[in-house]
């Protein structure tokens, strides 16, 4: 596998894990339950910084420890997706808001859902955290 592609794949496998709220540690765990087989933290990290190649069974499991399909794995456009800047002062204001959830945020954003004012993005984080409180 091509070295900008590893890298590629890397940076978007953890932008997902992030995004699922989990540490190279539990998608680790939840690969390694699938596989039945031992898959360390250390393992996730090299994946996720282009230095390890990846086979099509390991793509899967990791894909699947991710609920996601393994094509969705190389949808990279999303990647290389500018941060607006009303996120960009948020996330400089309230540092207590977490990255995957600015990332989330911009998503949104590029989907279309914008709010012009910083405290309807409050808003939404503090309903977030509800949730997540919620089911922890």
């Given at each position: 596998?091509?070295?900008?592609?590893?890298?590629?794949?890397?940076?978007?496998?953890k932008k997902l894990r992030?995004?699922?709220?989990?540490?190279?540690?539990?998608?680790?765990?939840?690969?390694?339950?699938?596989?039945?087989?031992?898959?360390?933290?250390?393992?996730?990290?090299?994946?996720?910084?282009?230095?390890?190649?990846?086979?099509?069974?390991?793509?899967?499991?990791?894909?699947?420890?991710?609920?996601?399909?393994?094509?969705?794995?190389?949808k990279f456009d999303d990647?290389?997706?500018?941060?607006?800047?009303?996120?960009?002062?948020?996330?400089?204001?309230?540092?207590?808001?977490?990255?995957?959830?600015?990332?989330?945020?911009?998503?949104?954003?590029?989907?279309?859902?914008?709010?012009?004012?910083?405290?309807?993005?409050?808003?939404?984080?503090?309903?977030?955290?509800?949730?997540?409180?919620?089911?922890?």
């Amino acid at each position: 596998m091509p070295d900008e592609l590893k890298c590629k794949l890397g940076r978007r496998i953890k932008k997902l894990r992030e995004m699922k709220g989990l540490s190279q540690r539990e998608l680790a765990a939840k690969v390694a339950k699938l596989k039945k087989t031992r898959t360390s933290n250390a393992t996730i990290s090299e994946v996720e910084n282009g230095k390890r190649n990846l086979t099509i069974e390991s793509l899967s499991y990791i894909a699947r420890s991710l609920e996601v399909k393994v094509e969705y794995l190389f949808k990279f456009d999303d990647l290389e997706q500018e941060t607006p800047n009303i996120l960009k002062e948020i996330h400089s204001e309230f540092n207590q808001i977490p990255e995957f959830i600015i990332e989330i945020f911009t998503f949104l954003y590029n989907l279309g859902l914008r709010f012009e004012d910083k405290n309807d993005y409050l808003y939404l984080w503090f309903f977030i955290k509800t949730l997540m409180q919620k089911n922890e």
